[in-house]
């Protein structure tokens, strides 16, 4: 019964191929998020969903596209991948409180490899 | 705006020593203060948290203090075990809870 679930978890691909990464959650929570963590264990903020609206975008290049068909899903798609965009990804979700603030719950990660 | 600095690592520490990590914040209005704990090769899980001053999260021998006076939200446990080798986050969100903001994370490694 995984909470913040991500697929896959691990991804080899070439430079130039397009690739998406898959998050379910299934906790009823509005908001879902991606970050990406690099090499040195920071976590930079991607994008952010309230129930499927786009409320974060933080500066990431257009190559990466967000797709949220559902609230309980925040699909990540990448274009002309560059080897600069090897890293973690996390997928994540909350619940915004009216007052007050909740948790975010992560899922596992995706480790991208571009060679 | 919002934003949360803690303790450089990496940090390594003998086994039953007391430690603390250092995190300090700035945020407009009330945020909700956590701590976050990135085992090697898996995701970031919820340590403890606070959601108002002096309030006092605690999980696991862990223990932080929401200070509102000194905006701090120190992590500190008093005698570490080898299983406690981990990446540590301090982590705050806005009264909304649409938007949390993350250290730069502080690798503590406990050796035997």
């Known amino acids: 019964d995984t909470a913040v679930s991500q697929t896959p978890k691990y991804l080899v691909t070439q430079m130039g191929n397009d690739k998406s990464i898959k998050c379910e959650q299934n906790?009823?929570?509005?908001?879902m998020y991606w970050y990406k963590q690099d090499s040195k264990k920071f976590l930079k903020i991607m994008f952010s969903?309230?129930?499927?609206?786009?409320?974060i975008n933080e500066t990431v290049p257009n190559r990466f596209s967000p797709k949220s068909p559902d609230k309980a899903h925040l699909n990540l798609h990448i274009n002309s991948l560059e080897l600069g965009d090897s890293a973690v990804y996390f997928c994540?979700?909350?619940?915004?409180?009216?007052?007050?603030?909740?948790?975010?719950?992560f899922g596992q990660g995706t480790r991208l490899t571009v060679v | 705006g919002n934003s949360v600095t803690q303790m450089e690592g990496p940090v390594t520490l003998s086994e039953e020593a007391f430690l603390t990590i250092n995190c300090t914040y700035t945020a407009t209005g009330y945020p909700s203060l956590f701590w976050y704990v990135q085992y090697p090769g898996e995701g970031l899980q919820l340590l403890l948290k606070?959601?108002?001053?002096?309030d006092k999260g605690s999980n696991k021998g862990f223990e932080a203090t929401y200070r509102k006076e000194t905006t701090s939200f120190h992590l500190e446990k008093g005698s570490v075990q080898v299983s406690d080798s981990a990446v540590y986050f301090c982590?705050?969100?806005?009264?909304?809870?649409?938007?949390?903001?993350f250290g730069t994370g502080t690798s503590l490694t406990v050796i035997p």
């Open positions: 906790l009823g929570h509005d908001t």
């Open positions: 606070a959601t108002k001053a002096d």
């Open positions: 969903y309230n129930n499927k609206e786009l409320i």
């Open positions: 982590a705050l969100s806005a009264n909304t809870g649409n938007q949390f903001y």
């Open positions: 994540a979700s909350s619940q915004a409180a009216t007052s007050g603030s909740t948790e975010a719950f």
